[in-house]
C-alpha cells in the first residue's frame, strides 16, 4: 500500500486541498481542522449532548484509489476526488480499505503511525460536495448509499512523524484480536 | 450490565486494589498507573522502538464475571480475583464480554464514556501473581491459553465523568460499521 495523495482542511472548509505531507500529531494534522485532542460531540455520537467535550478518535480519515473509484463508477461519474470528501489521505493498493480491522495500524517510513479508530459513514456533507461539482443534484442523495462500506477509515495518530507522497505504508494487524473460535475449544473443556 | 467492582493501581504495582468510585479524565483513570496522554512503546507494540511516546489507547481495562469464572473453572481454582489482572471494572450482564466489537463505547449514568480500543491480550504478569496466590506455580503456563478470549478489553475515556460501584452500563455499538455484505450488493452493480 502506499500514500498517492495527501490533504488537508482549514478550519472554515470541509473539503480537503492537496499538500506535500503531512505533519501528524498526537491531536492529528498540525493546523487540520480536526485536529485536537478533543472534539465536541456531533451528529455522530448523539449518545453524549452535542457540542461536549470528547476524546477525538477521528482526527484524520483516508480512502483508497480502488474504492473512490467504485463509488464514482457507481454514480456514473468521471471521479471522486478525495478532496470533495474531506479525506486526508488517498491510498493505493489495498483495495477494501474500508474493511480493514479496527486497531490495525498504517505505520509510515518516519515512524509515524495511525491507529485505525473506526468506519466511516457516508455523511452529507461530500454527497453535497459532489452534486455541486458535477452540477447533478441526483448525486446528493445517491451517494450516501453507493459510498457505504466505501468511504475509507478514521483513525488517531498513534505515533508523531511526517507523511510524504509516496511513502509506503506498512500495515499491521491488531496483534491481540482473538476470534471466538480460538476461543472455543478452552470452553469446550469446561 | 453492571458495574460489580472497580479498581485501581498505583504506579509501582500491576495489580489493582477495589475502590467505591473511579474518576475517568480524558487521560484515563486519575491517578491510576496506566493513566496518561501518551505511553511508552512496550512488547505490546513493536512495530515501535521500546519506550517511544504512543498515544494512550490503553487507559483502563475491564473483564467480566462470566469469562473470569470459566478461566477460573479452566485452571480448576476457586476464583481468578480481576485484582490480579489489573483489571479496572469488572462487570458483569455481558458474558463474551472479550468479544464486543472494537469502538463500542460503555457509558455510565454519569456520562462517563469508554471507547473500546482493543481486546486485551493474556500477558505474564497476572500468570505470575496468580501461581503466587494460589502457589500453583503450573499457573504460570496454564494461564495464558485459558485466559485467551476471556482477558476482556481495552479502552481509552471518550468523555470524562464518575463510575461508581452498581452502576448501569449502557453499550452502545459502533453505529458507522457496514458490514462486507451490506457493501456487495451496490458492488454487484457495477
Redesign the interface.
Known amino acids: 500500500m502506499r500514500v498517492v495523495q495527501l490533504l488537508a482542511a482549514s478550519p472554515e472548509d470541509f473539503r480537503t486541498y492537496p499538500v506535500e505531507q503531512l505533519d501528524l500529531t498526537?491531536a492529528g494534522i498540525a493546523g487540520d481542522r480536526h485536529a485536537g485532542?478533543?472534539r465536541p460531540?456531533d451528529a455522530?455520537t448523539p449518545?453524549?449532548a452535542r457540542g461536549?467535550?470528547?476524546?477525538n478518535?477521528r482526527q484524520l480519515s483516508f480512502v483508497s484509489v480502488e474504492e473512490c473509484a467504485?463509488v464514482a463508477?457507481?454514480l456514473g461519474v468521471p471521479e471522486v476526488d478525495p478532496a470533495l470528501l474531506g479525506a486526508n489521505l488517498l491510498l493505493e493498493g489495498f483495495p477494501?480499505l474500508?474493511?480493514l480491522?479496527?486497531?490495525t495500524?498504517l505505520?509510515f517510513p518516519s515512524?509515524a503511525?495511525i491507529?485505525v479508530?473506526?468506519?466511516?459513514?457516508p455523511c452529507v456533507h461530500p454527497a453535497r460536495k459532489l452534486a455541486e461539482a458535477f452540477d447533478q443534484p441526483r448525486l446528493a442523495a445517491l451517494f450516501p448509499?453507493?459510498a457505504?462500506?466505501?468511504r475509507g477509515l478514521v483513525g488517531?495518530?498513534?505515533?508523531?512523524g511526517m507523511v510524504r507522497t509516496g511513502d509506503a505504508v506498512?500495515v499491521?494487524a491488531?496483534?491481540?484480536?482473538?476470534?471466538?473460535r480460538?476461543?472455543v475449544p478452552?470452553?469446550a473443556?469446561?
Chains 1, 2 share one sequence.
Open positions: 498526537l485532542a478533543t460531540s455522530r449518545w453524549h461536549t467535550p470528547i476524546a478518535t467504485e463508477a457507481l477494501e474500508s474493511f480491522p479496527l486497531a495500524r505505520q515512524g503511525t491507529f479508530t473506526e468506519q466511516n459513514a448509499k453507493a457505504i462500506g466505501r488517531l495518530v498513534e505515533r508523531e506498512r499491521v491488531p496483534p491481540g484480536a482473538v476470534s471466538r480460538q476461543a478452552e470452553a473443556s469446561l
